[in-house]
Each structure stands twice: as C-alpha cells, then as structure tokens.
C-alpha cells in the first residue's frame, strides 16, 4: 500500500486510520484532538515545522505498520530461536513502547471523563494491570523461559520438567493477561465510543484494541506454535 497522506491531509484524519501517528504529533506539539481538523501544511506553519521531516516521521509509522504479522502461520516451519527472536523484536518492543507511550492518554482521558464515564475509572485500572502484568511477564520470558527454551533444543537442559512447568506458567499468564483485555473490552461495550467522546477518547479506544490484537498476536505464535513443540515431547 503506498503511502497514503500528504500536505492535504486533515491531522485528525490521519490519526483517526493510523492511531499511532499521535506520538508523532504529541512529539512536535501539534495538537491531533482539538485543532485536529486542519490539513498537515497548516499544522506545519503554525508550529515552524519542516513539512519533508514530518511526513518522514509519519511514513516511519505507516511502514513500521505496514510491515506488522499479517499471516502468523508461516512461523510452522521455522526454528524455535528464530520465532524466540521474532517475539522479541517485533511483540515484545513493540508492547513495551506502545504501554509506555498509551499509559498518558489512559490517565488523561480517565481524568478528563471519568466523573461522566465511571467505566474510564475501570479502564484505568485494568489497563495499568495488564501493563505491569506483561512487563513481568516479558521480562521474565527473556531472562528465564525462553534461554531455557533454546537450552532444550540443544538438549542442554538438565531438569526437564522444571523447563516445562515453567512453560506451562507462562501459558496461565497468557490466559490472565486475556481475561484483562477481555474485562476492558467489556467495560467499554466493544470499544463503542459516546457521543461526547473527544479525539484523545477515540484514540485510547482505537489504541486499546489495537493492544489487544498484538497481545493475541504474541500469545498465539507462544501458545500455538513455540510451546506446543516442547510440551508435546
């Protein structure tokens, strides 16, 4: 898909098809709620911006999601450090970022709406949940399980069945970790927005679901795929 924006393209546009783009804009103090609906040039002047150095900001985003998992499957026939290494790359930093970069947008808006929306209070809360659960849970795969996992393949590990409890841990917490996600989008009907839901209240609901469609990402190349190799045996 080609690049889609351009020096036409209303900011709040293209936030609304691409929600990550709002790091970009918070970044170089262009407000993406509010004053969203002036084109890109616009926004560019009124902050003496450098247009060719935005939109290169921008496109890093749309690559970086372009290029996301679309057909996990093709992982089958590749080796177990491979995928280890793919989880990392491209679940593990990627989370990492997107919980540190959505934790402001989560307090905000729960602060700014929660007297009239009670369920932002609910959304807050578990949403810090799951983000301290799966930072645990992250570093704990790499320091521990998945050295581990590779030792296994090496038939270098010397107590197997710790290997594999530790393995079967890691599962429960993947299932913990969805009932979170499961629990928020609950509270937020399907992440249906009000009508009164403003431009940072759209984009925590469309950057929530998209957290989730990575999460189930990341669990099912682990669950489906990696574990069941050793589980099996």
């Known amino acids: 898909m080609t690049f889609p924006f351009t020096a036409n393209s209303l900011v709040k546009d293209i936030v609304n098809e691409l929600p990550k783009t709002s790091d970009v804009f918070k970044k170089n103090r262009i407000d993406f709620c509010c004053g969203g609906n002036i084109p890109l040039s616009l926004a560019v002047d009124q902050n003496g911006l450098n247009m060719d150095s935005l939109l290169a900001e921008l496109k890093l985003v749309f690559d970086k999601y372009e290029n996301a998992e679309k057909d996990v499957e093709v992982w089958t026939d590749s080796d177990s450090n491979t995928i280890i290494d793919h989880v990392i790359s491209n679940y593990h930093r990627v989370s990492e970022e997107e919980l540190s970069m959505l934790s402001p947008y989560v307090t905000k808006v729960s602060r700014v709406h929660g007297d009239n929306h009670p369920e932002l209070l ?26 581990l996992i590779k030792q296994l393949g090496d038939g270098k590990v010397e107590n197997r069945e710790e290997a594999i409890n530790l393995i079967i841990e890691l599962e429960k917490e993947h299932d913990h970790a969805g009932e979170i996600l499961r629990k928020i989008r609950a509270v937020t009907s399907d992440y249906t927005l009000p009508l009164d839901a403003c431009g940072t209240y759209r984009l925590v609901y469309a950057r929530l679901e998209a957290l989730e469609g990575l999460t189930f990402m990341h669990v099912h190349l682990e669950n489906n795929i990696l574990f069941p190799r050793y589980l099996s045996k």
């Open 122 to 147: 609910k959304v807050y809360e578990l949403f810090y949940e799951f983000k301290k659960e799966l930072q645990e849970h992250m570093a704990k795969e790499e320091a521990v399980v998945f050295p």
